[in-house]
């Protein structure tokens, strides 16, 4: 063992002494980059990750073009993992087999021969059974890769070199998309039309000053390979855009087909990106089974190349967007697309970044690729112009050429020394082929040698003047619209984007028995319905590290309200929740909960009426119950909070309510009248009370007569005369009643 205080000089062998946290976070830290960086997210340039950018590579290597016959999987899987890509070949394969897709990538980069998987969730065949070459994407986004246009790098074994970005001549990011989980960071990217994307890349080349929201108008959105309805306002989707987060409501394509006798049923001929048929068909197999898609009698799939998706309704007397409108709710013929615009950006750096600013980047590389190309075609015309104008000096001193060629020991210095030629010239004279001084021959090459001249003007005009470059890049990607635009079969436009669908009220179901349930919700959003209307004092288990926040009792038959922090009010149906046994499921299952926010009140929905809702800094309103209820798992935004405060608490008023209450934080109680308070569908609300260096901690409303009440220990102490504490509304109030709870709450009735 070596001694601690005499290291080795070779540093060979001797411990470092260090603190382990450093140590840990500097080898995280490396392994973090490594992901980032080498695996997870894709390069803006070309829109690939690196086992895609070895995979199309390596096929180009082994000469798999468009026009080349296929060569099975199996050997192309092997030439990446052996020269590029050193991870598992199943790993390498499927990452083969999804870009040849037809219904997971937009614009596949593989052409596949055999069985690569199908929409049903099917796995593709194993790779000695299956053949693949490039398609014309895959050879557009490599286009000019043999004229230094990119930079390459030393393999992991260093024998070879590979890629570090591709030259990519289409916008394979936007175009494609593109998904990935990192360290600490993920990416979403939804694929695009490439004929709105050539429109945006051709106004930001001819306007380098376009702002974002004229090229929005461009790109109303995503086009996803398996068609489908976006149902998004166009504000959503330009907030997405805009700050490069969001999430997009996506809907299957359907038709009502008419029968005999009266009779119809719904086609569904689109689903939603990323969702199995198979699954689908199966999960609303459960609810019709479950009985809760009560408006759907059978499902049947009938599907052959194309999706065909048979939905009959109970009766014909069904409504069919009502019975849509339920399915939309409870399955995934509706699914939310999340959007997270983060990739690597021209210096490999990873962020999130709006659309324009990915066209840019794409735009900025192009330039790269075709200076660089510009470059090494001079560099290539230079040393053709050097050769014949050797072989000039040839056609005007014939007879002395071959003297010394015949004659001379060292030919070569000779004819150098004599005729002031490069070592280049001296090299091709000599390699000359008789046949080559024919007098045709030397028109030729006074031909090619004027038009070589000619070319090479251009490309020095085109190298030093930017507009010029501009123009250049305008006219291919025209090219390339021309090639994978609207006209073609490829290119035409699959997702119709339509506004927020109409809110359509699905009838609750006649066949659900009004029962008594207890609702309970833990601290971290664990949801069940117990059997039955149990006692305070009755035990519940909780996940360990959790414990109870809500208990209340209800009937099947309610709404259940959920207030979230960020002001958005979801609607749950008790009949839909999950039972009583174990400790339930979260409640983001039943909602689409950000995830940034978290469920603050949970309520019994009053059949009408009003409902006191208030945020953290005191501001609240009174809302009607109409205004709150949503029939999406989106919710409804309500309460209108900024980044200092959230929402607060939700109670529902009581009809022969004249009153409210609030209590802060600082134990300070104030009532005031109802009517002070505003009637409103949804903002930010009037001031309650007023703080310093607080926040709200309870308020209800409630009828001055019957007092207040509130538990003081085991008991609840019932309190009629408030006049102390009557004031305006928005004063300060005053300190509460000896023995008023900590933290100060209300006893409102509703919690057990």
Known sequence: ??????????????????????????????????????????????????????????????????????????????????????????????????????????????????NFGNIDGDNPAAMRYTEARLTSVAEALLSGIEEDAIDFRETYDGEGREPTVLPSAFPNLLANGAQGIAVGMATNIPPHNVDELCEALLLLVKRRTATLDEVLELVPGPDFPTG??????PETIRDAYRTGRGA???????????????????????????????????????????????????????????????????????????????LFKLSEFETRISINLNALDGEGSPRVMNLRELLEIFLAHRREVLLRRSRHRLGTIARRLEILKG?????????????????????????????NLTDTQADAILNMRLRSLRKLEELEIKKEISALEEEQTEIEGLVEDTEK????????VRDMRKTFGKDTALGRRRTSIQGPPAEIDVPRAADIEKEPVTLVCSAEGWLRAMKGHLERETVLKYREGDAERFRFHAQTTDRILALASDGRVFTLDASKLPGGRGTGEPIRLQADIPAEAEIVELIVAPSDGLV??????????????EALTAQTRAGRMVLNVGSTDKAALMKPVPKDADSIAVVGENRRLLIFPLDELPEMGRGKGVILQRYKNAALSDAIAFKLSDGLKWHTGDRIRHETDLTAWHGKRAAAGSPPPFGFPKPPKFESGLDL
């Open 469 to 476: 470059q501009w123009r250049k890049i305008g006219a291919e």
């Open 391 to 419: 072989y000039m000096i040839v056609y005007l001193n014939l007879d002395e050429v071959i003297r010394i060629v015949r004659e001379e020991d060292d030919p070569k210095g000779t004819l150098i020394r004599t005729f």
């Open 612 to 625: 006191l809702i208030a945020s953290t800094e005191g501001r609240g309103f009174l809302a009607p119950v």
């Open 228 to 233: 489908g309805i976006l149902c998004e306002a």
């Open 248 to 326: 997009l409501r996506l809907r299957a394509r359907w038709e009502k087909e008419d029968l005999a006798r009266g009779q119809w049923q719904i086609v569904v001929t689109e689903i939603p990106y990323q969702v199995s048929k198979s699954r689908l068909i199966e999960k609303t197999a459960q609810l019709l089974e479950e009985k809760k898609a009560f408006l759907l009698g059978d499902i049947q799939d009938e599907s052959a190349e194309d999706v065909r998706i048979v939905l009959t309704p109970r009766s014909r007397s069904v409504d069919p967007k009502q019975m849509m409108e339920q």
């Open 1 to 114: 063992m070596n001694d601690l205080a005499n290291p080795p000089e070779d540093g060979r062998g001797s411990i470092r002494l260090e603190p382990f946290s450093r140590a840990l976070s500097e080898r995280y830290l490396a392994y973090a980059l490594s992901t980032i960086t080498s695996r997870s997210l894709p390069d803006a340039r070309d829109g690939l990750k690196p086992v895609h950018r070895r995979l199309v590579y390596a096929m180009r290597e082994l000469g798999l073009n468009p026009a080349a016959a296929f060569k099975k999987c199996a050997r192309v899987v092997g030439d990446v993992m052996g020269k590029y890509h050193p991870h598992g070949d199943q790993a390498i394969y499927d990452a083969m087999a999804r870009l040849a897709q037809d219904f997971a990538v937009r614009y596949p980069l593989v052409d596949g021969q055999g």
